[in-house]
Nanobody
Framework: QVQLVESGGGLVQAGGSLRLSCSASGRTFSTMGWFRQAPGKEREFVAAVSRSGGSTYYADSVKGRFTISRDNAKNTVYLQMNSLKPEDTAVYYC?????????????????WGQGTQVTVSS
């Protein structure tokens, strides 16, 4: 059974940094992604990385500030978040087992972690 476990969330001041980790059990997945959901809002795409790690994709709102990477030997995906803003506050979810090429669409992923809270204070 696939299991994704996120860690690394917390409270940070604006301008600070956090690194999220997502440990996957079961097997190595192809494209993996990070999404986030703020209260009262829909889940939105943040970043995705190809199986090899050679291709990365970002939402415009985080481009230049966030970096996604993966270590397949550890079955772990990371999200390095720098220059954090209050609007980055959300629960961040790791996603895997993409069922199509539409990596920005949350419904296309079949496996999800439980989420980790990121709170950025102003």
């Amino acid at each position: 059974q696939v299991q994704l476990v996120e860690s690394g969330g917390g409270l940070v001041q604006a301008g600070g940094s956090l690194r999220l980790s997502c440990s996957a059990s079961g097997r190595t997945f192809s494209t993996m992604g990070w999404f986030r959901q703020a209260p009262g809002k829909e889940r939105e795409f943040v970043a995705a990385v190809s199986r090899s790690g050679g291709s990365t994709y970002y939402a415009d709102s985080v481009k230049g500030r966030f970096t996604i990477s993966r270590d397949n030997a550890k079955n772990t995906v990371y999200l390095q978040m720098n220059s954090l803003k209050p609007e980055d506050t959300a629960v961040y979810y790791c996603a895997a087992d993409l069922g199509s090429v539409y990596y920005t669409v949350p419904q296309m992923y079949n496996s999800w972690g439980q989420g980790t809270q990121v709170t950025v204070s102003s």
